[in-house]
């Protein structure tokens, strides 16, 4: 196996099982509600949509600090490395923060502008409240997760999730159903469970960064303490544009919910199921994705061409690959997938079209994630910004119009996510074809 190959497999590998991981949690999560009430399904549909739109904002804006400290290790600059690493370990706390009191105070606000009706309003205010203070540790979680990916050194991310994950299934079985002596929250315990398990991750991840000597872009406390605000914002000026851009990206997903209302009240549950199984993949291709924007970003440092593409050329093959295979599955095993989420027979027959053309919506995704992250490591973070927010006026657009318009009821939404994925990959296609180095040149 060639070497850059190799390399991407060493961080691509432990990625994914964390991510695979954590995201069998949050389907255990669901599939508990699920057999509950669909009305619960719909309600973390609605409300999981947003909050995880300003969460992924946190985290997006540490890929400025991934991308800035994996081209100073191409460059061979351990000086600035050290500076990056500790900036961003001392200020990343700051809009999470913020973050934690807009969901305590404010969601009740963002429900409604989301048109969510009476029966399921009281259900998203109660997780969203209960989920909230998840934020104050995920400033810790994004610069943890970024100093082990930069180290090459990701094997703990496994090891993390596995330990969040175990105690949030537990957590959710003891406080959703009322087990074991616990109280029966119900949607209040899925969003307590969370919550508690996120903390527990925290205290981990504290062990680790401290004791391991193989986080080699641990920055030293003494930097950490003297660190300045500039690198920080400087690092946020990349990472501002993925978060702006994942944040456009989750405003489209809200426009989608909103038209999913307006059909009828599962129809969000409808989607947040068939949603489910297609981020059980997404995860993998997102993993794939991260490590090909850390390689790519060495590749920029070093001023290797040949290995930036090999790298991009490589991970979209392997995500193509997963998704023809999520394909067929989607084609022979519809009812079993389904029914892993809900026992309502009507919503599991309604629904193996729905998850067939999320399946193939696949192929189109993958692409965005894997060219996106390479040109992300290439340090251009500004056209994915400027494509995504094409995206969303498209997709949503062409979603008013097949359900208002031509009145394709539900398909019709999901006939707008796939032109919008496949536009949107070959325009980047085109952006990335045009990267050059000057040693190319």
């Not at 590749?299 to 394909?327: C, E, H, P």
């Not at 999901?414 to 040149?441: C, H, M, P, Q, W």
């Amino acid at each position: 196996m060639k070497e850059y190959k190799k390399k991407i497999l060493k961080i691509f590998i432990p990625i994914m099982l964390s991510n695979l991981i954590s995201q069998v949690q949050m389907l255990i999560d669901r599939i508990f509600l699920g057999r509950i009430d669909v009305l619960y399904m719909s309600a973390v549909g609605n409300a999981s949509t947003p909050i995880w739109a300003t969460l992924s904002a946190v985290f997006s804006l540490s890929v400025g600090a991934s991308i800035l400290i994996s081209q100073a290790i191409g460059e061979g600059n351990k000086e600035k490395v050290e500076e990056y690493a500790a900036s961003l370990v001392k200020f990343n706390n700051i809009i999470p923060i913020i973050l934690f009191l807009f969901w305590t105070f404010c969601c009740r606000f963002v429900f409604t502008l989301m048109g969510v009706g009476e029966k399921v309003m009281d259900y998203c205010v109660d997780y969203a409240v209960y989920y909230a203070p998840t934020f104050l540790v995920m400033g810790f979680g994004a610069s943890f997760i970024v100093l082990l990916q930069t180290s090459n050194y990701t094997k703990h991310l496994a090891t993390y999730s596995i330990i969040r994950s175990a105690s949030n299934i537990v957590l959710d079985y003891c406080l959703i159903f009322g087990n074991w002596g616990f109280p029966e929250l119900g949607i209040k315990g899925a969003a307590l469970a969370t919550t508690i398990s996120e903390y527990i991750g925290m205290l981990f991840g504290a062990i680790v960064f401290v004791k391991s000597r193989k986080i080699t872009t641990r920055p030293r406390f003494s930097s950490v303490m003297k660190a300045k605000i500039g690198p920080f914002l400087h690092s946020s000026r990349l990472g501002i544009n993925t978060a702006f851009e994942d944040f456009t990206w989750q405003l489209g997903n809200l426009g989608i919910i909103r038209i999913l209302n307006s059909i009828n009240e599962t129809a969000a549950g409808i989607y947040t199921i068939v949603f489910s199984f297609e981020v059980l993949i997404v995860v993998i291709v997102g993993a794939l994705g991260n490590s090909t924007m850390t390689v790519c970003g060495e590749a920029t440092g070093a001023n290797d061409i040949k290995l930036f593409r090999n790298t991009v050329r490589t991970a979209y093959i392997w995500s193509a690959m997963l998704a023809a295979v999520t394909v067929v599955c989607s084609l022979i095993f519809p009812k079993q997938i389904l029914g892993v989420f809900t026992q309502d027979s009507g919503v599991i027959n309604n629904s193996a079209i729905y998850l067939l053309l999320i399946s193939i919506n696949l192929f189109g995704k993958s692409g965005n994630m894997i060219v996106g992250n390479g040109i992300r490591g290439y340090g251009d973070t500004k056209w994915m910004f400027f494509t995504q927010i094409f995206g969303t006026i498209f997709v949503v657009s062409v979603a008013c119009l097949f359900v208002f318009g031509l009145h394709f009821g539900m398909i019709g939404v999901y006939f707008a996510v796939i032109a919008d994925e496949i536009v949107r990959a070959l325009i980047n296609t085109g952006r990335f074809s045009k990267i050059k180095f000057d040693s190319a040149e």
